[in-house]
């Protein structure tokens, strides 16, 4: 991996696995977002493993969503919902200890998106899937 010069006084470069995750969550690629997040996840030792976690589940659980969408009368998609909203809480569980912002993400709103889509999933008893494919999820790192 190319090494990248560090400025004193700036933020250091972001690990390219960890971009990679905005990349493909934003394009609605889920499953791609948590494979690309897990390599720098697996090689990470410090504090920020957990922060990584964090990440790879909710990606996980808008695998499930989109499944659960795309085929809601399958055997196996169908019951979905339940580990989504699980995935939700335990993502945002391994995130909120670096609220309210790490790595420049904003992680207080990120554990408010995975709450109220968890208690939504929850509260209309594990029928309603809030994954709309025409208005998906964009989540964007500071500047």
Not at 60 to 82: C, I, M, Y
Not at 91 to 119: E, F, I, Q, W
């Given at each position: ?39 720098l ?58 609220s ?44």
């Amino acid at each position: 991996m190319k090494k990248t010069s560090h400025v004193p006084g700036c933020s250091p470069p972001l690990d390219p696995c960890y971009l990679a995750w905005f990349a493909h969550f934003n394009a609605g690629e889920y499953y791609e977002a948590h494979d690309a997040l897990e390599v720098l996840w697996l090689r990470t030792r410090s504090a920020d493993r957990d922060f990584f976690k964090g990440l790879i589940q909710i990606a996980g659980a808008f695998v499930h969503l989109r499944k659960q969408r795309e085929h809601p009368s399958h055997a196996k998609h169908s019951t979905r919902l339940r580990p989504a909203a699980r995935l939700f809480l335990s993502g945002k569980n391994h995130l909120a200890r670096y609220s309210p912002v790490h790595l420049r993400l904003d992680v207080a709103a990120v554990c408010v998106l995975c709450d109220t889509l968890a208690h939504g999933i929850e509260h209309s008893g594990f029928t309603d899937n809030p994954w709309n494919p025409a208005k998906p999820p964009h989540i964007a790192l500071a500047t």
